[in-house]
């Protein structure tokens, strides 16, 4: 089909490990995008990561992080971790690709989906179970990415990828602690939590409420019978819950949440929290949606963003054309509605849905399945298998 728009330059981060498989199926959605409609993709592919470290030296090539920046109309990211990896400083090796750029690009907003797909079983006790029902799991959990407990490491790995002398907290000594202390500052500020919690709001405004009675409800979860932080952060969400009379503000500590989430995620539909909580409480939530291998996110900024899946680089399965590529399919997913609304195209929007369709229509199907829920599908079948669907789908469609 000939071209008549213009391509948008899509940053590809394979990373490492399982990052590398996962990362080829999220190209081939978006070849299987560009082979069935007029849409373009200028896919520029970025080694990076752990193990590129070992290999050259440098997490990844002088000049990246400008071009992110710069240059890609938005990204996608693989996994970052490489067994051994670590800098001389002892960060993360790889850790200016993953957090340099959401704190170097000021990436506030980490946008975690948490739905049950029909024909998804979920792992618990080493089985394969149905304890949530499919359309009782579908919220967001927005967590804060920019600040919060991982404040000193993000602010070093943006430093690190700007070519700036890396940050350090202050020296400082605690009453009541002997010998060594290791301390990480957990700053949260106002500005950060207003412009995370704003976003929660207005997502409320576009979804149809929480499965269990349609309302719209925004949680904010918390520890603010314990920390300042978490004080500031809801007295913060109280203020910005006053302009969306229409959505109902739930509260909850981050604690008992944990409880909640898995025995009533239906009452769920907008969650907002800080960085450190919303990382522990994303890998929970993966549990209700059928594991790590379905969860997708979206690194989100005013005007960048990176899409990655949720799980890590998982080595001990890396080469092995094994794990599931579905979180990674739907993190181009939600690339297409992202890029469709920055840039007023409401075809990309459309597309995201018809990758939703896809997906769902692979699981209904029940037949190419990954390990992780109960098939022996290898990870590019599934990935040639909805990549087919949706080639169909755009074919029908435009
Ligand atoms: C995630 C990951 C990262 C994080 C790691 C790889 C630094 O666990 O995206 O949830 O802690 O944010
Ligand atoms: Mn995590």
Same mark, same amino acid.
């Given at each position: 089909m000939p071209k008549n728009m213009a391509d948008y330059r899509i940053g590809i981060l394979p990373g490492d490990g399982t990052g590398r498989e996962v990362a080829l199926e999220a190209q081939r959605i978006l070849d299987t995008i560009e082979q069935h409609t007029n849409q373009g993709f200028d896919q520029i592919v970025i080694p990076c990561g752990g193990q590129h470290y070992i290999e050259?030296?440098?997490?990844?090539?002088?000049g990246s992080f400008d071009f992110c920046r710069d240059e890609a109309d938005a990204l996608y990211l693989g996994a970052i971790g490489h067994p051994? %990896?670590?800098?001389?400083?002892?960060?993360? %090796?790889g850790g200016s690709v993953i957090l340099g750029l959401r704190s170097g690009l000021d990436l506030y907003a980490n946008l975690r989906p948490i739905k049950l797909y029909e024909g998804v079983p979920h792992k618990v006790h080493g089985k394969f179970t149905q304890i949530w029902e499919p359309g009782m799991v579908d919220m967001t959990i927005l967590r804060e990415n920019t600040?919060?407990?991982y404040h000193s490491l993000l602010r070093r790995s943006a430093d690190r990828a700007m070519g700036r002398t890396p940050y350090e907290p202050p020296e400082m000594t605690f009453p009541g602690l002997k010998g060594e202390v290791a301390y990480d500052p957990r700053p949260i500020s106002e500005h950060g939590s207003e412009r995370l919690i704003r976003m929660g709001f207005e997502i409320a405004e576009t979804r149809n409420g929480a499965?269990?009675?349609?309302k719209k409800r925004v949680s904010c979860i918390d520890k603010s019978n314990v920390t300042r932080g978490c004080q500031l952060f809801r007295r913060t969400f109280d203020k910005v819950a006053l302009d969306y009379p229409d959505t109902e503000p739930d509260y909850g500590y981050i604690d008992a949440f944990t409880q909640w989430l898995t025995r009533s995620p239906e009452s769920y539909d907008v969650v907002v929290t800080s960085n450190m909580f919303g990382d522990i409480a994303t890998d929970l939530g993966a549990v209700l949606q059928g594991?790590?291998?379905m969860a997708a996110s979206g690194n989100i900024g005013d005007d960048n963003a990176f899409f990655e899946p949720?799980?890590?680089? %998982?080595p001990k399965y890396a080469g092995m054309n094994k794990v599931n590529p579905i979180a990674s399919i739907n993190s181009i997913q939600l690339m297409m509605y992202w890029l469709g609304r920055k840039n007023n195209d409401d075809e990309l929007a459309q597309i995201g849905s018809l990758i939703d369709d896809s997906v769902a229509d692979h699981l209904r199907d029940g037949k190419g399945l990954t390990y992780d829920l109960g098939g022996t599908a290898s990870c590019s079948d599934v990935g040639e298998g909805i990549a087919a669907r949706l080639a169909t789908k755009l074919q029908d469609t435009f």
């Open positions: 050259t030296g440098e997490e990844w090539a002088e051994g %990896a670590y800098l001389p400083n002892g960060d993360l %090796a600040e919060g407990l499965p269990i009675d349609g594991g790590m291998g949720v799980h890590g680089s %998982a």
